[in-house]
Protein backbone atom coordinates (compact mmCIF):
# COMPACT_ATOMS: atom_id res chain seq x y z
CA UNK A 1 0.00 0.00 0.00
CA UNK A 2 1.52 3.07 -0.78
CA UNK A 3 1.22 7.08 -1.03
CA UNK A 4 0.91 8.84 -5.05
CA UNK A 5 1.41 12.09 -6.30
CA UNK A 6 2.01 13.95 -9.63
CA UNK A 7 2.15 17.54 -11.56
CA UNK A 8 1.81 17.28 -15.13
CA UNK A 9 2.74 19.90 -17.47
CA UNK A 10 4.86 21.80 -15.21
CA UNK A 11 6.78 24.36 -17.22
CA UNK A 12 9.98 24.59 -14.74
CA UNK A 13 11.59 21.28 -14.21
CA UNK A 14 12.82 22.38 -10.90
CA UNK A 15 10.49 23.81 -9.55
CA UNK A 16 8.18 20.68 -10.32
CA UNK A 17 10.75 18.66 -8.12
CA UNK A 18 10.70 20.33 -5.29
CA UNK A 19 7.23 20.94 -5.21
CA UNK A 20 6.26 17.00 -5.84
CA UNK A 21 8.75 16.36 -3.55
CA UNK A 22 6.88 17.98 -0.67
CA UNK A 23 3.72 16.37 -1.75
CA UNK A 24 4.88 12.78 -1.90
CA UNK A 25 6.91 13.93 1.76
CA UNK A 26 3.20 14.41 2.93
CA UNK A 27 2.49 11.18 2.54
CA UNK A 28 4.37 9.36 4.69
CA UNK A 29 2.38 7.21 6.62
CA UNK A 30 1.20 5.44 3.67
CA UNK A 31 4.53 4.81 2.74
CA UNK A 32 7.04 4.84 5.68
CA UNK A 33 9.63 2.30 3.82
CA UNK A 34 10.85 3.59 0.94
CA UNK A 35 9.91 6.87 -2.19
CA UNK A 36 10.89 7.71 -5.26
CA UNK A 37 10.80 10.67 -7.98
CA UNK A 38 10.61 10.83 -11.48
CA UNK A 39 10.57 14.26 -12.98
CA UNK A 40 11.30 15.10 -16.84
CA UNK A 41 10.33 18.74 -18.77
CA UNK A 42 6.53 17.11 -18.68
CA UNK A 43 5.99 14.86 -15.44
CA UNK A 44 7.29 14.89 -11.98
CA UNK A 45 5.91 12.01 -10.30
CA UNK A 46 6.42 11.24 -6.33
CA UNK A 47 6.12 7.72 -4.86
CA UNK A 48 5.98 6.65 -1.05
CA UNK A 49 5.79 2.95 -0.55
CA UNK A 50 4.30 0.36 2.36
CA UNK A 51 6.34 -2.79 0.64
CA UNK A 52 3.73 -5.62 0.83
CA UNK A 53 5.07 -7.60 -1.98
CA UNK A 54 8.71 -8.01 -3.20
CA UNK A 55 10.21 -6.54 -0.39
CA UNK A 56 13.80 -4.97 -1.97
CA UNK A 57 12.93 -4.58 -5.34
CA UNK A 58 9.35 -2.64 -5.47
CA UNK A 59 10.17 1.24 -5.51
CA UNK A 60 8.57 3.55 -7.86
CA UNK A 61 8.23 5.05 -9.73
CA UNK A 62 8.53 2.22 -12.02
CA UNK A 63 9.62 2.29 -15.67
CA UNK A 64 8.81 -0.05 -18.86
CA UNK A 65 12.04 -1.97 -20.49
CA UNK A 66 12.82 1.10 -22.79
CA UNK A 67 11.95 3.83 -20.20
CA UNK A 68 8.92 5.68 -22.42
CA UNK A 69 6.39 4.54 -20.07
CA UNK A 70 6.25 5.41 -15.88
CA UNK A 71 3.89 4.35 -13.28
CA UNK A 72 2.92 5.75 -9.50
CA UNK A 73 0.79 2.83 -7.68
CA UNK A 74 -1.21 2.95 -4.79
CA UNK A 75 -3.32 -0.21 -4.01
CA UNK A 76 -2.80 -4.59 -4.61
CA UNK A 77 -3.62 -6.43 -7.89
CA UNK A 78 -4.18 -10.23 -6.60
CA UNK A 79 -4.63 -11.35 -10.40
CA UNK A 80 -0.53 -9.90 -11.44
CA UNK A 81 0.94 -13.51 -11.26
CA UNK A 82 -1.37 -14.86 -13.92
CA UNK A 83 -1.09 -11.58 -15.71
CA UNK A 84 2.46 -11.65 -15.57
CA UNK A 85 3.02 -15.24 -16.99
CA UNK A 86 0.51 -13.87 -20.30
CA UNK A 87 2.82 -10.95 -20.47
CA UNK A 88 6.19 -12.55 -20.64
CA UNK A 89 4.81 -15.01 -22.78
CA UNK A 90 4.09 -12.19 -25.30
CA UNK A 91 7.62 -10.64 -24.78
CA UNK A 92 7.55 -8.34 -21.96
CA UNK A 93 10.81 -8.62 -19.75
CA UNK A 94 10.09 -8.58 -16.12
CA UNK A 95 12.65 -7.24 -13.49
CA UNK A 96 10.89 -7.44 -10.24
CA UNK A 97 7.79 -9.87 -8.22
CA UNK A 98 5.88 -6.94 -7.33
CA UNK A 99 2.53 -6.36 -8.86
CA UNK A 100 3.14 -2.87 -9.85
CA UNK A 101 5.29 -3.98 -13.11
CA UNK A 102 2.75 -6.31 -14.54
CA UNK A 103 0.47 -2.97 -14.73
CA UNK A 104 2.63 -1.18 -16.92
CA UNK A 105 3.38 -4.10 -19.23
CA UNK A 106 -0.51 -4.39 -19.59
CA UNK A 107 -1.00 -1.04 -20.37
CA UNK A 108 2.00 -1.48 -23.00
CA UNK A 109 -0.14 -4.46 -24.50
CA UNK A 110 -3.54 -3.11 -24.30
CA UNK A 111 -3.28 0.56 -23.56
CA UNK A 112 -6.47 1.24 -21.73
CA UNK A 113 -8.78 -1.39 -22.27
CA UNK A 114 -5.95 -2.86 -19.97
CA UNK A 115 -7.78 -1.18 -16.39
CA UNK A 116 -10.51 -3.84 -16.66
CA UNK A 117 -8.11 -6.31 -16.62
CA UNK A 118 -6.91 -5.77 -13.22
CA UNK A 119 -8.22 -7.78 -10.09
CA UNK A 120 -7.81 -5.69 -7.13
CA UNK A 121 -7.54 -2.03 -4.94
CA UNK A 122 -6.26 0.49 -6.95
CA UNK A 123 -5.25 3.89 -7.58
CA UNK A 124 -2.53 4.81 -10.16
CA UNK A 125 -1.16 7.49 -12.98
CA UNK A 126 0.46 5.91 -16.27
CA UNK A 127 2.34 8.19 -18.14
CA UNK A 128 3.04 7.51 -21.62
CA UNK A 129 6.05 9.71 -23.40
CA UNK A 130 5.25 8.45 -26.88
CA UNK A 131 1.31 9.17 -26.72
CA UNK A 132 2.15 12.45 -24.59
CA UNK A 133 -0.19 11.13 -21.94
CA UNK A 134 -1.23 10.14 -18.51
CA UNK A 135 -3.77 8.49 -17.83
CA UNK A 136 -4.99 8.24 -13.74
CA UNK A 137 -7.52 5.58 -13.01
CA UNK A 138 -9.17 4.01 -9.32
CA UNK A 139 -10.54 0.85 -8.57
CA UNK A 140 -13.94 -0.55 -9.58
CA UNK A 141 -15.91 -0.05 -5.87
CA UNK A 142 -13.60 2.93 -4.93
CA UNK A 143 -11.29 1.39 -2.04
CA UNK A 144 -8.53 3.22 -2.91
CA UNK A 145 -8.39 6.72 -3.03
CA UNK A 146 -7.59 9.75 -6.18
CA UNK A 147 -7.45 13.52 -5.78
CA UNK A 148 -6.84 15.86 -8.77
CA UNK A 149 -7.83 19.43 -9.73
CA UNK A 150 -5.93 21.89 -12.61
CA UNK A 151 -4.04 25.20 -12.15
CA UNK A 152 -4.66 27.93 -14.48
CA UNK A 153 -1.61 27.08 -16.47
CA UNK A 154 -3.32 23.88 -17.33
CA UNK A 155 -1.38 21.66 -15.12
CA UNK A 156 -2.82 18.53 -13.56
CA UNK A 157 -1.99 17.93 -10.38
CA UNK A 158 -2.89 14.73 -8.61
CA UNK A 159 -2.63 12.92 -5.16
CA UNK A 160 -3.65 10.00 -2.86
CA UNK A 161 -4.60 12.46 -0.22
CA UNK A 162 -5.67 16.04 1.07
CA UNK A 163 -2.49 16.75 2.84
CA UNK A 164 -0.65 15.92 -0.95
CA UNK A 165 -2.17 18.32 -2.79
CA UNK A 166 -2.48 21.27 -0.08
CA UNK A 167 1.32 20.93 -0.31
CA UNK A 168 1.23 22.49 -3.92
CA UNK A 169 0.83 26.37 -4.10
CA UNK A 170 -2.20 26.60 -6.57
CA UNK A 171 -4.21 24.06 -4.86
CA UNK A 172 -7.69 26.36 -4.42
CA UNK A 173 -8.33 27.16 -0.97
CA UNK A 174 -12.01 28.58 -1.45
CA UNK A 175 -14.95 26.18 0.07
CA UNK A 176 -17.68 24.57 -2.03
CA UNK A 177 -20.84 25.57 0.13
CA UNK A 178 -22.73 23.42 -1.88
CA UNK A 179 -20.37 20.52 -0.85
CA UNK A 180 -20.48 21.64 2.94
CA UNK A 181 -24.24 21.23 2.86
CA UNK A 182 -24.25 18.35 1.40
CA UNK A 183 -21.50 17.07 4.24
CA UNK A 184 -23.99 17.79 6.87
CA UNK A 185 -26.38 15.64 5.70
CA UNK A 186 -24.32 12.61 4.62
CA UNK A 187 -21.21 13.24 7.28
CA UNK A 188 -19.38 13.31 4.51
CA UNK A 189 -18.78 14.84 0.88
CA UNK A 190 -20.27 12.95 -2.15
CA UNK A 191 -18.38 12.16 -5.17
CA UNK A 192 -16.84 13.94 -7.36
CA UNK A 193 -16.94 17.18 -5.05
CA UNK A 194 -14.88 17.92 -2.33
CA UNK A 195 -14.82 20.43 0.09
CA UNK A 196 -13.02 23.03 -2.37
CA UNK A 197 -13.89 24.21 -5.33
CA UNK A 198 -12.46 22.74 -8.44
CA UNK A 199 -10.66 20.01 -6.36
CA UNK A 200 -12.24 16.74 -7.60
CA UNK A 201 -12.43 13.01 -6.37
CA UNK A 202 -12.12 10.66 -9.12
CA UNK A 203 -15.19 8.29 -9.28
CA UNK A 204 -14.66 4.44 -8.03
CA UNK A 205 -14.52 2.46 -11.71
CA UNK A 206 -13.32 6.05 -13.38
CA UNK A 207 -10.46 6.54 -15.71
CA UNK A 208 -8.88 9.85 -16.63
CA UNK A 209 -7.02 10.90 -19.74
CA UNK A 210 -4.77 13.63 -19.48
CA UNK A 211 -3.27 15.14 -23.07
CA UNK A 212 -0.69 16.86 -22.11
CA UNK A 213 -0.01 18.86 -25.70
CA UNK A 214 -3.94 20.21 -25.40
CA UNK A 215 -4.82 19.69 -21.81
CA UNK A 216 -7.75 18.48 -22.18
CA UNK A 217 -9.21 16.30 -20.08
CA UNK A 218 -11.59 12.87 -20.60
CA UNK A 219 -13.26 11.35 -17.44
CA UNK A 220 -14.83 8.33 -18.37
CA UNK A 221 -16.18 5.09 -16.81
CA UNK A 222 -15.16 1.44 -17.27
CA UNK A 223 -17.06 -0.23 -15.20
CA UNK A 224 -20.70 -0.71 -13.37
CA UNK A 225 -22.60 -3.21 -11.72
CA UNK A 226 -25.75 -4.33 -13.30
CA UNK A 227 -28.27 -5.60 -11.13
CA UNK A 228 -31.21 -5.68 -13.89
CA UNK A 229 -29.75 -9.15 -15.32
CA UNK A 230 -30.61 -11.71 -12.47
CA UNK A 231 -29.17 -15.53 -12.14
CA UNK A 232 -31.54 -18.48 -12.63
CA UNK A 233 -29.74 -20.18 -10.19
CA UNK A 234 -31.83 -21.76 -7.31
CA UNK A 235 -31.26 -20.04 -4.05
CA UNK A 236 -29.44 -23.92 -2.92
CA UNK A 237 -27.19 -23.66 -5.90
CA UNK A 238 -26.22 -19.98 -5.51
CA UNK A 239 -25.03 -20.86 -1.89
CA UNK A 240 -22.87 -23.53 -3.00
CA UNK A 241 -21.73 -20.88 -5.94
CA UNK A 242 -21.04 -17.79 -3.44
CA UNK A 243 -18.74 -19.74 -0.85
CA UNK A 244 -16.45 -20.66 -3.88
CA UNK A 245 -16.44 -17.28 -4.79
CA UNK A 246 -15.58 -15.88 -1.45
CA UNK A 247 -13.39 -18.43 -0.50
CA UNK A 248 -11.28 -17.99 -3.71
CA UNK A 249 -11.82 -14.23 -2.92
CA UNK A 250 -10.02 -14.98 0.27
CA UNK A 251 -7.49 -16.92 -0.79
CA UNK A 252 -6.15 -14.46 -3.16
CA UNK A 253 -6.26 -11.75 -0.48
CA UNK A 254 -3.48 -13.89 1.47
CA UNK A 255 -0.67 -13.07 -1.43
CA UNK A 256 2.19 -11.25 0.66
CA UNK A 257 5.63 -11.04 2.06
CA UNK A 258 4.52 -9.53 5.55
CA UNK A 259 2.59 -10.72 8.54
CA UNK A 260 -1.55 -10.45 7.77
CA UNK A 261 -4.16 -10.85 10.32
CA UNK A 262 -8.28 -10.60 10.28
CA UNK A 263 -10.74 -7.77 12.08
CA UNK A 264 -12.79 -9.77 13.94
CA UNK A 265 -15.88 -7.33 15.39
CA UNK A 266 -17.98 -10.54 16.53
CA UNK A 267 -20.39 -9.90 13.47
CA UNK A 268 -21.31 -11.90 10.75
CA UNK A 269 -19.50 -10.54 8.00
CA UNK A 270 -15.64 -10.26 9.68
CA UNK A 271 -16.53 -13.41 11.07
CA UNK A 272 -17.45 -15.18 7.70
CA UNK A 273 -14.43 -14.05 6.34
CA UNK A 274 -11.84 -14.80 9.53
CA UNK A 275 -13.56 -18.75 9.19
CA UNK A 276 -12.30 -19.04 5.40
CA UNK A 277 -9.00 -17.43 6.35
CA UNK A 278 -8.58 -20.00 9.27
CA UNK A 279 -9.44 -23.01 7.01
CA UNK A 280 -6.99 -21.73 4.34
CA UNK A 281 -4.55 -21.16 6.52
CA UNK A 282 -1.76 -23.91 7.63
CA UNK A 283 -1.18 -21.72 11.20
CA UNK A 284 -3.20 -19.65 13.27
CA UNK A 285 -4.97 -16.33 12.04
CA UNK A 286 -4.25 -13.69 13.94
CA UNK A 287 -6.90 -11.44 15.01
CA UNK A 288 -7.93 -8.35 16.50
CA UNK A 289 -10.84 -7.01 18.38
CA UNK A 290 -11.13 -3.53 20.24
CA UNK A 291 -13.69 -3.46 23.90
CA UNK A 292 -15.37 -0.47 25.28
CA UNK A 293 -16.04 0.12 29.12
CA UNK A 294 -19.54 1.03 27.69
CA UNK A 295 -21.64 -2.10 27.53
CA UNK A 296 -23.93 -0.80 24.86
CA UNK A 297 -20.87 -0.33 22.36
CA UNK A 298 -18.88 -3.45 23.74
CA UNK A 299 -18.64 -6.50 21.26
CA UNK A 300 -16.00 -8.78 22.98
CA UNK A 301 -18.31 -11.18 23.76
CA UNK A 302 -19.55 -12.00 20.85
CA UNK A 303 -15.84 -11.94 18.84
CA UNK A 304 -15.14 -14.68 21.56
CA UNK A 305 -17.95 -16.70 20.73
CA UNK A 306 -17.20 -16.58 17.04
CA UNK A 307 -13.72 -17.48 17.79
CA UNK A 308 -14.80 -20.77 19.79
CA UNK A 309 -17.13 -21.71 16.72
CA UNK A 310 -14.10 -20.77 13.79
CA UNK A 311 -11.37 -22.69 15.70
CA UNK A 312 -13.34 -25.65 16.12
CA UNK A 313 -13.70 -25.71 12.23
CA UNK A 314 -10.24 -24.66 11.08
CA UNK A 315 -6.93 -25.89 10.84
CA UNK A 316 -5.14 -23.94 13.46
CA UNK A 317 -6.54 -21.93 16.55
CA UNK A 318 -7.12 -18.09 15.95
CA UNK A 319 -4.64 -15.96 17.75
CA UNK A 320 -7.01 -13.79 19.40
CA UNK A 321 -6.04 -10.20 20.25
CA UNK A 322 -8.06 -7.72 22.46
CA UNK A 323 -7.75 -4.32 23.80
CA UNK A 324 -9.52 -2.32 25.46
CA UNK A 325 -9.56 1.22 24.58
CA UNK A 326 -10.85 4.66 24.67
CA UNK A 327 -12.10 6.12 21.91
CA UNK A 328 -13.14 9.54 23.64
CA UNK A 329 -9.56 10.71 23.72
CA UNK A 330 -10.31 14.58 21.87
CA UNK A 331 -7.09 14.24 20.92
CA UNK A 332 -7.17 11.51 18.80
CA UNK A 333 -10.32 13.08 16.73
CA UNK A 334 -7.98 16.12 16.27
CA UNK A 335 -5.44 14.20 14.60
CA UNK A 336 -8.10 12.19 12.63
CA UNK A 337 -9.48 15.11 11.64
CA UNK A 338 -6.51 16.74 9.72
CA UNK A 339 -5.60 13.12 8.37
CA UNK A 340 -9.12 13.25 6.52
CA UNK A 341 -8.40 16.61 4.85
CA UNK A 342 -12.26 17.52 4.30
CA UNK A 343 -14.70 17.70 6.53
CA UNK A 344 -15.67 13.94 7.74
CA UNK A 345 -17.91 12.94 10.36
CA UNK A 346 -18.90 9.14 10.59
CA UNK A 347 -18.06 9.00 14.30
CA UNK A 348 -17.22 5.13 13.62
CA UNK A 349 -13.64 6.57 11.91
CA UNK A 350 -12.48 6.56 15.89
CA UNK A 351 -12.82 2.78 16.53
CA UNK A 352 -11.62 1.75 13.52
CA UNK A 353 -8.34 4.18 13.57
CA UNK A 354 -7.91 2.22 17.16
CA UNK A 355 -8.54 -1.01 15.61
CA UNK A 356 -5.98 -0.31 13.01
CA UNK A 357 -3.39 1.11 15.39
CA UNK A 358 -3.80 -2.18 17.50
CA UNK A 359 -3.28 -4.28 14.92
CA UNK A 360 -0.50 -2.94 13.67
CA UNK A 361 1.58 -3.79 16.40
CA UNK A 362 1.45 -7.43 15.24
CA UNK A 363 0.90 -7.03 11.00
CA UNK A 364 0.75 -5.13 8.01
CA UNK A 365 -1.99 -6.40 6.19
CA UNK A 366 -5.49 -7.55 7.94
CA UNK A 367 -8.75 -8.54 5.81
CA UNK A 368 -11.64 -6.43 6.62
CA UNK A 369 -15.42 -7.74 6.57
CA UNK A 370 -16.62 -4.31 4.26
CA UNK A 371 -19.11 -4.04 1.85
CA UNK A 372 -20.89 -6.94 2.62
CA UNK A 373 -23.84 -4.91 4.37
CA UNK A 374 -24.06 -3.02 0.75
CA UNK A 375 -24.03 -6.19 -1.58
CA UNK A 376 -26.39 -8.26 0.25
CA UNK A 377 -29.05 -6.16 1.90
CA UNK A 378 -27.46 -6.09 6.01
CA UNK A 379 -28.59 -3.08 6.67
CA UNK A 380 -31.88 -2.50 8.77
CA UNK A 381 -32.74 0.87 6.38
CA UNK A 382 -33.45 -1.74 3.84
CA UNK A 383 -35.88 -3.72 5.94
CA UNK A 384 -37.38 0.12 6.56
CA UNK A 385 -37.76 0.99 2.98
CA UNK A 386 -39.12 -2.33 2.87
CA UNK A 387 -42.26 -1.70 4.95
CA UNK A 388 -42.50 2.13 4.93
CA UNK A 389 -42.97 1.58 1.44
CA UNK A 390 -46.07 -0.24 2.16
CA UNK A 391 -48.11 3.06 3.49
CA UNK A 392 -47.91 4.40 0.48
CA UNK A 393 -51.45 2.48 -0.17
CA UNK A 394 -52.80 5.78 2.52
CA UNK A 395 -53.28 9.37 0.91
CA UNK A 396 -50.60 11.42 2.13
CA UNK A 397 -52.20 13.43 4.46
CA UNK A 398 -53.80 10.67 5.98
CA UNK A 399 -50.09 9.39 6.24
CA UNK A 400 -48.96 12.85 8.08
CA UNK A 401 -52.00 12.18 10.58
CA UNK A 402 -51.07 8.85 11.20
CA UNK A 403 -47.55 8.85 11.28
CA UNK A 404 -46.12 12.33 11.38
CA UNK A 405 -48.27 13.65 14.24
CA UNK A 406 -46.97 11.04 16.82
CA UNK A 407 -43.27 11.33 15.29
CA UNK A 408 -43.33 14.68 16.16
CA UNK A 409 -45.03 14.40 19.72
CA UNK A 410 -42.32 11.51 20.49
CA UNK A 411 -39.28 13.08 22.17
CA UNK A 412 -35.91 12.29 20.53
CA UNK A 413 -34.15 10.19 22.87
CA UNK A 414 -31.24 9.16 20.32
CA UNK A 415 -30.96 6.40 17.42
CA UNK A 416 -29.96 3.57 19.65
CA UNK A 417 -33.26 3.57 22.23
CA UNK A 418 -36.07 2.01 20.96
CA UNK A 419 -38.27 5.38 21.33
CA UNK A 420 -35.89 6.65 18.89
CA UNK A 421 -35.74 4.22 16.67
CA UNK A 422 -39.56 4.22 16.58
CA UNK A 423 -39.73 7.98 16.67
CA UNK A 424 -38.05 7.52 13.06
CA UNK A 425 -39.24 4.88 11.61
CA UNK A 426 -43.25 7.25 11.93
CA UNK A 427 -41.58 9.75 10.57
CA UNK A 428 -40.46 7.65 7.60
CA UNK A 429 -43.56 6.63 7.26
CA UNK A 430 -45.18 10.02 6.93
CA UNK A 431 -42.62 11.34 4.57
CA UNK A 432 -42.79 12.02 0.86
CA UNK A 433 -42.04 8.58 -1.09
CA UNK A 434 -39.71 9.92 -3.57
CA UNK A 435 -37.09 11.57 -0.61
CA UNK A 436 -38.05 8.96 2.18
CA UNK A 437 -34.25 7.21 1.56
CA UNK A 438 -32.82 10.49 2.80
CA UNK A 439 -34.78 10.76 5.31
CA UNK A 440 -34.38 7.23 6.91
CA UNK A 441 -30.09 8.25 6.33
CA UNK A 442 -30.22 11.89 7.09
CA UNK A 443 -28.23 12.96 9.84
CA UNK A 444 -29.10 17.09 9.47
CA UNK A 445 -33.05 17.84 7.99
CA UNK A 446 -33.10 20.63 5.60
CA UNK A 447 -34.90 22.68 7.97
CA UNK A 448 -32.64 22.06 11.00
CA UNK A 449 -29.46 23.07 8.62
CA UNK A 450 -30.86 26.52 7.75
CA UNK A 451 -32.21 27.09 11.20
CA UNK A 452 -28.42 27.07 12.26
CA UNK A 453 -27.23 28.56 9.35
CA UNK A 454 -24.93 32.08 9.58
CA UNK A 455 -25.04 34.76 6.50
CA UNK A 456 -21.84 32.87 4.43
CA UNK A 457 -24.92 30.02 3.76
CA UNK A 458 -27.84 32.07 4.22
CA UNK A 459 -27.29 34.08 1.02
CA UNK A 460 -26.07 31.13 -0.87
CA UNK A 461 -28.72 29.41 -3.61
CA UNK A 462 -27.95 26.24 -2.07
CA UNK A 463 -29.76 22.75 -3.68
CA UNK A 464 -31.76 20.43 -1.26
CA UNK A 465 -29.22 17.30 -0.37
CA UNK A 466 -31.40 15.20 -1.86
CA UNK A 467 -29.86 16.10 -5.66
CA UNK A 468 -26.92 14.94 -4.45
CA UNK A 469 -28.78 11.73 -4.62
CA UNK A 470 -30.51 12.34 -7.11
CA UNK A 471 -27.64 11.88 -9.83
CA UNK A 472 -26.92 8.97 -9.05
CA UNK A 473 -30.15 7.73 -8.48
CA UNK A 474 -30.00 8.06 -12.25
CA UNK A 475 -27.03 5.72 -12.84
CA UNK A 476 -28.98 2.85 -10.64
CA UNK A 477 -30.21 -0.74 -13.23
CA UNK A 478 -32.13 -2.03 -10.42
CA UNK A 479 -35.83 -2.05 -11.13
CA UNK A 480 -36.67 -4.05 -7.64
CA UNK A 481 -37.82 -1.27 -4.82
CA UNK A 482 -35.87 -1.95 -2.12
CA UNK A 483 -32.81 -3.20 -4.14
CA UNK A 484 -32.20 0.19 -5.61
CA UNK A 485 -31.19 1.56 -2.38
CA UNK A 486 -29.05 -0.88 -2.02
CA UNK A 487 -27.42 -0.11 -5.00
CA UNK A 488 -27.29 3.43 -4.60
CA UNK A 489 -25.19 2.43 -1.58
CA UNK A 490 -22.89 1.23 -3.91
CA UNK A 491 -22.16 4.12 -5.89
CA UNK A 492 -22.69 6.96 -2.75
CA UNK A 493 -22.32 5.69 0.83
CA UNK A 494 -19.71 2.71 0.27
CA UNK A 495 -17.11 4.62 -1.33
CA UNK A 496 -18.13 7.76 0.39
CA UNK A 497 -18.56 6.72 3.97
CA UNK A 498 -17.35 3.16 4.38
CA UNK A 499 -14.17 3.29 2.27
CA UNK A 500 -12.99 6.74 2.91
CA UNK A 501 -13.13 5.68 6.67
CA UNK A 502 -11.10 2.62 6.07
CA UNK A 503 -8.56 3.44 3.71
CA UNK A 504 -7.52 6.98 5.74
CA UNK A 505 -7.78 5.20 9.25
CA UNK A 506 -5.66 2.23 8.24
CA UNK A 507 -3.42 4.20 6.51
CA UNK A 508 -1.96 6.91 8.75
CA UNK A 509 -1.00 3.68 10.93
CA UNK A 510 0.71 2.58 7.66
CA UNK A 511 -1.90 -0.52 7.85
CA UNK A 512 -3.06 -2.08 4.30
CA UNK A 513 -6.42 -3.56 4.90
CA UNK A 514 -8.26 -5.92 2.25
CA UNK A 515 -11.92 -6.39 1.59
CA UNK A 516 -12.51 -9.93 -0.12
CA UNK A 517 -16.25 -8.85 -0.10
CA UNK A 518 -15.52 -6.28 -2.81
CA UNK A 519 -13.94 -8.62 -5.24
CA UNK A 520 -15.22 -7.28 -8.47
CA UNK A 521 -16.48 -11.32 -9.18
CA UNK A 522 -18.23 -11.85 -5.91
CA UNK A 523 -19.82 -8.37 -6.56
CA UNK A 524 -21.00 -8.77 -9.58
CA UNK A 525 -22.08 -12.16 -8.08
CA UNK A 526 -24.16 -10.55 -5.29
CA UNK A 527 -25.47 -7.94 -8.17
CA UNK A 528 -26.75 -10.56 -10.28
CA UNK A 529 -28.95 -12.94 -7.29
CA UNK A 530 -32.94 -11.71 -6.98
CA UNK A 531 -33.58 -9.65 -4.06
CA UNK A 532 -35.25 -11.93 -2.13
CA UNK A 533 -32.05 -14.39 -1.99
CA UNK A 534 -30.79 -11.32 -0.06
CA UNK A 535 -34.31 -10.09 2.17
CA UNK A 536 -35.95 -12.81 2.89
CA UNK A 537 -39.31 -12.31 5.18
CA UNK A 538 -37.27 -9.86 8.08
CA UNK A 539 -34.20 -12.06 6.95
CA UNK A 540 -31.29 -9.78 5.53
CA UNK A 541 -28.05 -11.36 4.18
CA UNK A 542 -29.99 -14.25 4.12
CA UNK A 543 -27.76 -16.12 1.46
CA UNK A 544 -24.81 -15.25 3.07
CA UNK A 545 -26.23 -16.64 6.39
CA UNK A 546 -27.31 -19.59 5.03
CA UNK A 547 -23.85 -20.02 2.67
CA UNK A 548 -22.01 -20.27 5.67
CA UNK A 549 -24.11 -21.40 8.24
CA UNK A 550 -21.63 -24.45 9.57
CA UNK A 551 -18.94 -22.10 10.42
CA UNK A 552 -20.75 -19.60 12.83
CA UNK A 553 -23.09 -20.31 15.57
CA UNK A 554 -26.56 -18.66 15.81
CA UNK A 555 -25.59 -16.47 18.58
CA UNK A 556 -23.95 -14.89 15.69
CA UNK A 557 -25.85 -15.18 12.73
CA UNK A 558 -29.29 -14.11 14.39
CA UNK A 559 -28.15 -11.37 16.51
CA UNK A 560 -28.80 -8.40 15.28
CA UNK A 561 -26.70 -6.03 13.47
CA UNK A 562 -25.23 -3.31 15.61
CA UNK A 563 -22.91 -0.59 13.74
CA UNK A 564 -18.94 -0.07 14.92
CA UNK A 565 -19.99 2.78 17.44
CA UNK A 566 -19.29 5.25 19.91
CA UNK A 567 -21.08 6.89 22.33
CA UNK A 568 -21.29 10.40 21.34
CA UNK A 569 -24.68 11.62 22.50
CA UNK A 570 -23.16 11.18 25.77
CA UNK A 571 -19.86 12.64 25.56
CA UNK A 572 -21.00 16.00 24.11
CA UNK A 573 -23.45 16.66 27.04
CA UNK A 574 -19.95 15.02 29.80
CA UNK A 575 -16.18 15.20 29.44
CA UNK A 576 -16.92 16.62 25.71
CA UNK A 577 -19.15 19.32 26.58
CA UNK A 578 -16.91 22.47 27.61
CA UNK A 579 -14.77 21.65 24.38
CA UNK A 580 -17.80 21.82 22.56
CA UNK A 581 -19.04 24.45 23.95
CA UNK A 582 -15.86 26.46 23.36
CA UNK A 583 -15.24 25.40 19.47
CA UNK A 584 -18.32 25.88 18.30
CA UNK A 585 -19.60 29.27 19.94
CA UNK A 586 -16.31 30.85 19.39
CA UNK A 587 -14.72 29.21 16.62
CA UNK A 588 -14.43 29.88 12.79
CA UNK A 589 -17.65 28.45 11.79
CA UNK A 590 -19.82 31.10 13.79
CA UNK A 591 -16.72 33.88 13.11
CA UNK A 592 -16.87 33.61 9.33
CA UNK A 593 -20.61 33.10 9.06
CA UNK A 594 -21.09 29.77 8.56
CA UNK A 595 -23.07 29.37 11.00
CA UNK A 596 -25.60 31.54 13.83
CA UNK A 597 -24.00 31.75 16.94
CA UNK A 598 -27.83 32.03 19.06
CA UNK A 599 -29.23 29.17 16.81
CA UNK A 600 -25.63 26.61 18.16
CA UNK A 601 -26.48 28.02 21.29
CA UNK A 602 -30.12 27.32 21.40
CA UNK A 603 -29.01 23.48 19.83
CA UNK A 604 -26.23 22.99 22.37
CA UNK A 605 -28.43 23.47 25.76
CA UNK A 606 -31.49 21.35 23.98
CA UNK A 607 -28.68 18.59 23.84
CA UNK A 608 -26.99 18.85 27.14
CA UNK A 609 -30.13 19.22 29.12
CA UNK A 610 -31.46 15.61 27.65
CA UNK A 611 -34.28 17.41 26.04
CA UNK A 612 -33.23 16.76 22.42
CA UNK A 613 -30.57 14.49 21.00
CA UNK A 614 -28.77 16.51 18.63
CA UNK A 615 -25.34 14.92 18.68
CA UNK A 616 -25.26 13.89 15.17
CA UNK A 617 -25.67 17.97 14.06
CA UNK A 618 -23.68 19.15 16.63
CA UNK A 619 -20.64 15.84 16.17
CA UNK A 620 -21.09 17.38 12.42
CA UNK A 621 -20.23 20.95 13.01
CA UNK A 622 -17.40 20.05 15.33
CA UNK A 623 -15.83 18.08 12.83
CA UNK A 624 -15.90 21.06 10.52
CA UNK A 625 -14.93 23.45 13.05
CA UNK A 626 -12.14 21.31 13.76
CA UNK A 627 -11.27 21.26 10.31
CA UNK A 628 -11.15 24.93 9.76
CA UNK A 629 -8.98 25.39 12.17
CA UNK A 630 -6.12 22.77 10.29
CA UNK A 631 -7.25 24.83 7.00
CA UNK A 632 -6.37 28.32 8.28
Not at 159 to 173: C, D, N, T, V, W
Request: aromatic share 10%; hydrophobic share 40%; with cysteine.
Amino acid sequence: MCGIAGIINHPERETASGIVERMTTALTHRGPDEYGFYVNEQVALGHRRLSIIDLDNGGQPLANEDGSVHIVFNGEIYNHIGLRTDLEQRGHVFRTRCDTEAIIHLYEEYGIASIDMLDGMFAFAIYDANKGQVLLARDRLGQKPLLYFRTLAGQLVFGSEFSSLKAHPEMPREYDLQALHDYLSFQYVPSPRTIYQQVYKLPPAHCLQFDIASAAIRVEPYWQLDFSKKTTLSFADATVQLRELLTESVQRRLMADVPLGAFLSGGVDSAIITGIMSKLCGQGVKTFTIGFNETQYDERQYAIAATEAINRHGQAPLLHHEKVVDAGDFDILTALVKHYGEPYSDASMLPTFLLCQFARESVTVALSGDGADELFAGYERYLVMKYTGYCDMMPPMLRRLLFGVPAALLPDAGERTRLGRLRRILRTCASNPSRRYLDVINRFSEEMKRSVYGEALTTQALNASYDALDAFNEQCSSSHRVEKYAELDIHTYLPGDILTKVDIASMACSLEVRNPFLDHHVAEFAASLPFSYKQSGASRKHILKAAFGDLLPPTILNRKKRGFGVPIAAWLRCQWRDKMTELLLDGHGVTKGFFSRAALQNMIDAHVSGKTDYSYPLWSILVFELFLQHDT
